[in-house]
């Protein structure tokens, strides 16, 4: 063991350190004199982007990422302003959020709640955010969710489209630009009519997870509405890889539409392997022709899934060829800087930052209990989406719904989806306490510390 | 002292004064400067995941570091004790004694039944005995069959197990915590110490993932030293020799696997007592993986490896995977552009979603250069600076194994 010698001066030097750094905290402790976590400290206000840059949904995580940059830099009044200039509310002028310049942290998801948890984490914890943009899955929105309403953030949700995630799981640190399961169906069933008429029988493939079934249960209401019958629902696992044991029942089961609740790569697998190994689309069954459907759409998965796509309907929450001044100035700005047109995952980042930072200024604080009373039933126009609004019950975002459909002729690689139908807000809204969306509870805002 | 040799107390008081000071080790830059806000990993959350991620590896070790079975379903345990965890959450209260008993109780359970049929084989055999025990964990946990079979929710699937505001938590009274807590010491409340441009947060939650760690630590000496451990070694050396000389090592494998699973369930509860979510995720195959990793990386059959090995993958996994190239170009912005686009350009790979790269590159490294994992290094570094007499003490954080 080590001998130590004691010295008077050594003894007097320790003392004096040691009382030294005993006092210091108790005054030093500002921050939590601020009334919330990570109140932002100097001329800098940090934000959080987690989205998943490996794993299945990289590639709308990346381009998520892309925007949310992009929205940052129109915030700090680099660039050409993108939708600052077309948004209803003109209180955000270029300098930032409440003069204050914005900085931003990334981290990667990995499409794993775990993993997103503790991204998240790092960040509230380690860099101070003050809010948290991002996920793709509506497991991991869900999870991320859950996290900033006990940390006391403010939580964006990016790509998620599971009803949960403002109806059993909603919270009230949380808000949801993007539509959701019930949107889709409430949107596709009339088209469906007019277009294959009241008498088909369904045939449902669904991915085994909770996106997956409340999508599934919001079709079939829409579709059973319509007169169609539901012959089948099978659940797939995520990621299967080969679905050709889940479609070789298809054909002798007498349905005469196949309803794929899959995203991302499990959808460019089953549809590709419906048309080409199965021939579906080029069966009659009941004297109708087969037909697929896809409920939730996305550039991405069209560009996967070639030209298998074609007449097959979907929808979609934003395309960047709407013609409106939001969309065109955004598709305008991302184009220059990336030099392809955003998916629809990154209009929703990119326009659930801007809303973060507008929210904030007209709260003229960054306490979360002020930006979710400025959210709450906040109507708002010019974001490529006509006029939204963010229902202040369940923090869901109500707004137009796109039908879509595979493009017979594209002309180009990025023109893979043509837009069917608009479909108005009115015709998607829901109550609160629908019963796809009951036995959530909201909750209290929570500005943490 | 404490029934261990002075070098093994040594080793020990080290390891507990890393725990306790830890939140200051790992902040060593200020929190303003461009290397404190790339570096510093002393932020509660990363460091329960240093000594929660620890404790399972030490756990694990003592299974594959002395008796050399390759459990590679680990997982599956850290899985199980998360789940018993959060269903305690649910149904009593926040607090997280229960949670921690049961989810080491259940983990105990449930590698009684693997352990008892996994064992019946050895080598690559075992291992893939206990991966597919584990990936059939896994299924049942992500489609949550459990649930499905008593129409309730069992694991919730995907979405993974949270508490609710309408879950039962009968022992839950107007004024208790609505945030896991030890008797009313809430898990995330903490102390930040300011010191010049410094910051140090010192968190409850961390410090009783510590001391769980420092007791899970000491009891994995004493396995390591005793004749059971001996025993154990021996099995790694010569399994049929130890048969043949009248000696059924069945129990002593079984004995092994249980413990090391227990340790996995409450590393499992601990994780759900800082974080109140869990998912099958946890139990996927790629996380057993992690934990094989974990132990190689640090140096299998070493007492501190598995802690070191743990410690290095969380970091690059929580620190390097955040650092992007708007970092990269600040880091580099005194160089000419064309110098500072170009080192960008270079690391660019390694960095942000390429932290797997980086991880696999060092995990080679180290399995060429170092077959004994990371300790190994240590000694190496002692031995050259060391003096003579030093040259077996250096091998005090390794022991050497049996054979």
Known sequence: MSKSNFSRRGVLKTGAVTAGGLMLPTYLRADA?????????????????????????????????????????????????????????????????????????????????????????????????????????????????????????????????????????????????????????????????????????????????TWGWTQQESMQASTEAIGWNTVQNVLTPVGAGDFASYLTPVINSGADTLILNHYGGDMVNSLTQAVTQFGLKDKVVNGNDFKIIVPLYSELMAAGAGSNIEGVFGSMNWNWQLQDAGTAAFVKSFGEKYGFPPSGSAHTCYVQTLLYADAVTRAGTFNPCGVVEALEDFDFDGMGNGPVTYRGADHQCFKDVLVMKGSENPTNQYDTLEIVEVTPRAQVEYEPDHPMFAGGDLGECNPGA | MLG????????????????????????????????????????PALMQRFVIFGLLVIGFNILFGLTGYLSFGHAAFLGVGSFAAVWMFKLLSYNVVPAIILSVVVAGLFSVVIGYIALRRSGIYFSILTLAFAQMMYSIAFSDLVGKLFGTIVTNGETGLQVYNDDPQILM????????????????????????????????GYYLSAIFMILGFYLSIRIFRSPFGMMLR??????????????????????????????????????????????????????????????????????????????????????????????????????????????????????????????????????IFLPGGLMQLGEKIATLFGRKKKSDDAKSGATEPAE
């Open chain 1, 33 to 209: 004199h601020a009334g919330y976590t990570n109140a932002p400290q100097g001329d800098t206000v940090k934000i959080g982007f987690n989205v998943p840059q490996t794993g299945p949904y990289a590639e709308e995580g990346l381009d998520e990422l892309r925007a949310q940059e992009l929205a940052v830099e129109h915030l700090n009044g680099m660039g050409d302003g993108g939708m600052l200039n077309t948004f209803s509310e003109q209180n955000l002028d270029g300098t930032g959020i409440l003069g204050k310049k914005v900085e931003f942290v990334t981290g990667d998801t990995q499409t794993k709640s775990d993993v997103a948890r503790a991204s998240a984490q790092s960040m509230i914890q380690k860099d101070g955010v003050i809010m948290v943009n991002g996920g793709s899955s509506s497991g991991v929105a869900i999870a991320v969710q859950g996290l900033c309403q006990e940390a006391g953030i403010i939580f964006m949700a990016g790509l998620t489209h599971s009803n949960d995630t403002t109806g059993k799981d909603k919270k009230a640190n949380g808000f949801r630009h993007f539509f959701n399961g019930y949107m889709s169906g409430a949107a596709l069933g009339p088209v469906l009519q007019n277009e294959y008429g009241s008498e088909r029988s369904a045939y449902h493939l669904t991915a085994d997870y």
């Open chain 2, 173 to 204: 009274s107007e004024g208790s915590p609505t945030v896991p807590h030890l008797f009313g010491l809430e898990m995330n409340s903490a102390f930040t110490w300011k010191v010049g441009g410094w910051e140090f947060v010192f968190q409850n």
């Open chain 2, 234 to 367: 021996a099995i790694k050396s010569n399994q049929t020799r130890m048969s043949y000389t009248g000696l059924d090592t069945k129990p002593y494998m079984l004995a092994a696997f249980v413990i090391s699973g227990m340790y996995a369930g409450l590393a499992g509860g601990l994780l759900a007592a800082m974080d109140p979510l869990t998912g099958a995720e946890r139990m996927f195959w790629t996380a057993s993986g992690e934990i094989v990793v974990m132990a190689i990386l640090g140096g299998v059959g070493t007492l501190v490896g598995p802690v070191l090995g743990a410690g290095v993958i969380k970091y690059l996994e929580n620190i390097v995977s955040k650092i992007n190239d708007s970092i990269l170009h600040n880091w580099f912005a005194f160089m000419p552009d064309w110098l500072e686009n170009l080192m960008v350009t270079v690391i660019h790979p390694f960095i942000g979603k390429g932290w797997h790269l980086t991880l696999g590159l060092l995990f080679m490294a180290v399995v």
């Open chain 2, 4 to 43: 261990l040799n002075s070098r093994d107390f040594r080793l020990f008081l080290i390891v507990c004064a890393l725990c306790v000071f830890a939140p200051i080790l790992l902040n060593p830059f200020p929190v303003a400067s461009s290397l404190g806000e790339s570096f510093n990993a002393g932020y």
